[in-house]
Every structure is written in C-alpha cells, then in structure tokens.
Nanobody, 117 residues
C-alpha cells in the first residue's frame, strides 16, 4: 500500500507563489514510480499539471501548465515537489499527488490552495 501525503497548501494572494510537497506515508518512493500533481476545483474536472519519474527525474507538463509550474524531486529527502508562480484566483483548488506504482495509482488526500484576489 502506497499512501501519498501532500503538504504546503494554504491561502496566498493572487500573483504569489507556493511550493507543495508530496511524500509517502510510512514508506519511500522507489524505482520507476511516477509521481503526478493534479488539481481539482469545485465543479470542475481534475487537471493534470505535471509528472515526474522518480528514478531519472524526467518531467512532463500539460501544455497549458508550462511556464509557471515546476515539478521536481529531492532524492535524499524522498519528496516530490510542485512549485507554482503567479497564482491566479481561478487556480483555487485541491492539489493532489498521485503515485503510479506497478500500474496502480495511489492518491493522496490533497492540499487546499486558496488564491485571494
């Protein structure tokens, strides 16, 4: 069982920045785990922001998310991160970490990001 745990959300003014963190409760990221950051706003569909492969750090971004979002991992801290600049009011959402391991995707509970205008 893989239980991702997110942290780092909160209230931020429009134009501000945040760094979100994802770790595995009681465990570690391993090998070819793929870590993804998603967000879901009330009444909207889940959006993929970016993914990163744990072992080699290769990254992919949804086209609309390029530029202001950076996904990265710290191998020694055993954490994956999502940094976002220039937050917009409409980006208020629950930001979630998903870990794909052996074709199974495990979801965290998410961390709420609220952007004030």
């Amino acid at each position: 069982q893989v239980q991702p745990v997110e942290s780092g959300g909160g209230l931020v003014q429009a134009g501000g920045s945040l760094t979100l963190s994802c770790s595995v409760s009681g465990g570690t990221f391993v090998g070819d785990d793929m870590v993804a950051w998603y967000r879901q706003a009330p009444g909207k569909e889940r959006e993929v922001i970016a993914t990163i492969t744990w072992d080699d750090g290769s990254r992919h971004y949804t086209d609309s998310m390029r530029g202001r979002f950076t996904i990265y991992r710290n191998y020694h801290e055993n954490r994956a991160f999502l940094h976002v600049n220039g937050l917009k009011f409409e980006e208020t959402a629950m930001y979630c970490c998903g870990v794909e391991r052996d074709t199974v995707v495990y979801w965290g509970q998410g961390t709420q990001v609220t952007v004030s205008s």
